[in-house]
């Protein structure tokens, strides 16, 4: 009986002694990639812990530990493990790296429940390894202990959108923009839904609510132009892709090249139409010199 219960001990302590050296080999790793960056956010977080720990895992010998990357559960916990032991260890690591955000809004953060915000972590790294089926599962866990938890919400959608299931990638755009209505992020993925749809008058309305909300992202504009060009409004495309041109060049944005593609081809069209005055009228309205 006491030979029993010291083989019993002495297996309990082999297995946790094995389990911390994966866990610190990985979060070596990992802080070696992040010193090699000069901010952390994120992604940057989330794709330097995500390599490395498949990296160490993949090339252990034992199965067990190889087959423990098999299920969303598995990666979790030892993301979890690895992401602690990271903050005792790699000076760059204070705490976990904030998102960042294209807009401030408390509804683009974290989750404040942390096996949410754990779930959602791991389900990002299959959305960023294009793995939506696994990535749909953990956004599925974090929304069940956070359903208000809004960067789940947009993510699940656009991974459905991936998979050409629209429907699905509709009803959880809805369920964001329910929570936050003026979700650029949702609105502007809605309304490109609702276009792969071929439903462009609703996503003109889509749309069409983000340019109400913030007059000054270009997206609204650039998205319900493509859409009126789409039901041949060829007139309100171009004021349309116009703002969203001038927004762009202030920002000096790259999609420039995109609006000044759409641009010419609405003029071709206009053109074969005899229709030069009227897009001549709609540049001058919008400040727009025309050579």
């Known amino acids: 009986m006491k030979k029993a219960f010291w083989v019993f001990v002495i297996s309990v302590s082999f297995h946790n002694v094995f389990s911390q050296t994966i866990e610190e080999k990985i979060a070596k790793q990992t802080c070696d990639c992040l010193n090699k960056k000069t901010e952390i956010t994120e992604e940057i977080y989330t794709s330097c812990i995500s390599e490395s720990m498949t990296e160490v895992v993949m090339t252990d010998k034992d199965v067990k530990v190889r087959e423990s990357m098999n299920t969303v559960e598995g990666i979790q916990d030892l993301f979890k493990k690895t992401a602690e032991v990271l903050n005792k260890t790699c000076d760059k690591i204070i705490a976990k790296p904030k998102a960042v955000i294209s807009k401030s809004s408390p509804f683009y953060s974290d989750s404040k429940n942390e096996q949410a915000q754990n779930s959602y972590i791991?389900?990002?790294?299959?959305?960023?390894?294009?793995?939506?089926?696994?990535?749909i599962e953990g956004f599925q866990m974090a929304l069940k202990k956070d359903p208000k938890f809004v960067l789940a919400l947009d993510d699940i959608a656009m991974c459905y959108r991936q998979l050409k299931d629209y429907d699905n990638a509709v009803k959880y755009y809805k369920k964001s923009l329910e929570i936050y209505p003026e979700g650029d992020f949702a609105l502007?993925?809605?309304?490109?839904?609702?276009?792969?749809?071929?439903d462009y008058k609703t996503a003109i309305t889509y749309y069409e609510k983000l340019i109400r909300f913030d007059p000054n992202n270009a997206e609204g504009f650039f998205g319900a132009g493509k859409n009126y060009l789409a039901l041949d409004d060829s007139e309100k495309a171009l004021d349309n892709i116009f703002k969203a041109h001038r927004i762009y060049t202030v920002e000096k944005s790259d999609y420039?090249?995109?609006?000044?593609?759409?641009?010419?081809?609405?003029?071709?069209?206009?053109?074969?139409?005899?229709?030069?005055?009227?897009?001549?009228?709609?540049?001058?309205?919008?400040?727009?010199?025309?050579?």
């Open 122 to 135: 791991i389900a990002k790294d299959f959305m960023y390894d294009k793995k939506y089926d696994l990535a």
């Open 188 to 198: 502007v993925n809605i309304g490109v839904v609702y276009s792969l749809k071929t």
């Open 256 to 291: 420039i090249k995109d609006t000044e593609k759409i641009i010419g081809a609405i003029y071709q069209k206009m053109k074969s139409e005899k229709k030069e005055d009227l897009f001549k009228k709609v540049a001058e309205q919008n400040d727009i010199k025309i050579e």
